[in-house]
């Protein structure tokens, strides 16, 4: 072998050169630019989509816990939706919600029971309707569009991360 050519062979066994590792880092980041924007967009939806069952169990529970406390109606807080698994249901605590959703935060959202409508019939306080509000903690971030109910059962939505729903869920 020649002088020139053993150069050549013992340069192409110390491994990459800068050039290739800049090619390849150039090709990460390419690949990394498209992925993250997907990624992020891939966890609102799903954020979104555990915002809207959230709201259907909210509804469900608050369906029980009228049929439970028919001298309370609906309940109006969700932490009289909540409690203790562990522990006797009362009015306060019905334990039909998990802790997370009862404590008003879930998977990037912030749930809250407003507007009840209180009547009194003989000397109790009743509430005859409720609605239910879900918005993102960060729009555009944990999620896009805000979710509502009420007592007539049916989710809508504001596409602007509010509480103005005006759009049915499909």
Same mark, same amino acid.
């Given at each position: 072998?020649?002088?020139?050519?053993?150069?050549?062979?013992?340069?192409?066994?110390?491994?990459?050169?800068?050039?290739?590792?800049?090619?390849?880092?150039?090709?990460?980041?390419?690949?990394?630019?498209?992925?993250?924007?997907?990624?992020?967009?891939?966890?609102?939806?799903?954020?979104?989509?555990?915002?809207?069952?959230?709201?259907?169990?909210?509804?469900?529970?608050?369906? *029980?816990? !009228?049929? %439970?406390?028919?001298?309370?109606?609906?309940?109006?807080?969700?932490?009289?939706?909540? =409690? /203790?698994? @562990?522990?006797?249901?009362?009015?306060?605590?019905?334990?039909?919600?998990?802790?997370?959703?009862?404590?008003?935060?879930?998977?990037?959202?912030?749930?809250?029971?407003?507007?009840?409508?209180?009547?009194?019939?003989?000397? *109790?306080? !009743?509430? %005859?309707?409720?609605?239910?509000?879900?918005?993102?903690?960060?729009?555009?971030?944990? =999620? /896009?569009? @805000?979710?509502?109910?009420?007592?007539?059962?049916?989710?809508?939505?504001?596409?602007?991360?509010?509480?103005?729903?005006?759009?049915?869920?499909?």
């Amino acid at each position: 072998m020649t002088l020139p050519n053993r150069r050549r062979a013992s340069r192409q066994d110390e491994g990459f050169t800068l050039i290739e590792l800049l090619i390849v880092m150039s090709i990460i980041i390419i690949i990394a630019t498209f992925a993250i924007p997907n990624i992020t967009r891939i966890k609102r939806q799903g954020n979104e989509t555990s915002a809207i069952q959230s709201i259907r169990a909210i509804v469900a529970a608050q369906l *029980q816990y !009228q049929q %439970t406390y028919p001298a309370n109606g609906y309940a109006c807080s969700l932490a009289a939706l909540g =409690g /203790d698994k @562990g522990a006797a249901p009362t009015p306060a605590a019905a334990g039909l919600l998990p802790s997370d959703l009862a404590g008003g935060q879930k998977a990037g959202y912030t749930f809250a029971l407003v507007n009840c409508n209180k009547v009194t019939i003989n000397n *109790q306080d !009743q509430y %005859t309707s409720y609605e239910i509000t879900a918005v993102p903690q960060k729009v555009g971030n944990t =999620g /896009d569009r @805000g979710f509502c109910s009420d007592d007539s059962q049916q989710v809508k939505y504001d596409p602007k991360g509010g509480t103005a729903c005006t759009q049915p869920i499909q």
